[in-house]
């Protein structure tokens, strides 16, 4: 069975810095690119960052780019999104999710797998 986890969530004051993991079990992860999504209160889910399945190639949402940085650990199964200079914006639900075709998408249909969420409180 497929198992996703996020860890690292939590309130954090605008202008400082957190760190989510995503731990992966019963798939093969070095063949799935992974995403990192989030929901703000009250709207939709929105794309935030997305890495190949061997770290080469990531993608960033505008509103981040500069700011969070994805990366992985193939050998411990787990994907990181380090994110500084928050934002009350950034208030958000964090998912983290894998692509088996192993190159990273925007697009939220493209994966397979979702974990369950953390949640990231940014105070002004």
């Known amino acids: 069975q497929v198992q996703l986890e996020e860890f690292g969530g939590g309130l954090v004051q605008a202008g400082g810095s957190l760190r989510l993991s995503c731990a992966a079990s019963g798939l093969s992860f070095s063949n799935y690119a992974m995403g990192w999504f989030r929901q703000p209160p009250g709207k939709e889910r929105e794309f935030v960052a997305a890495?190949?399945?061997?770290?080469?190639?990531?993608l960033y949402a505008d509103s981040v780019k500069g700011r969070f940085t994805i990366s992985r650990a193939n050998v411990q199964r787990t994907a990181y999104l380090q994110m500084n200079k928050l934002k009350p914006e950034d208030t958000a639900h964090y998912y983290c999710?894998?692509?088996?075709w192993g190159l990273g998408s925007r697009d939220d249909s493209n994966y397979d797998y979702w974990g369950q969420g953390t949640q990231v409180t940014v105070s002004s």
């Open positions: 999710a894998a692509d088996h």
């Open positions: 890495i190949s399945w061997g770290g080469g190639s990531t």
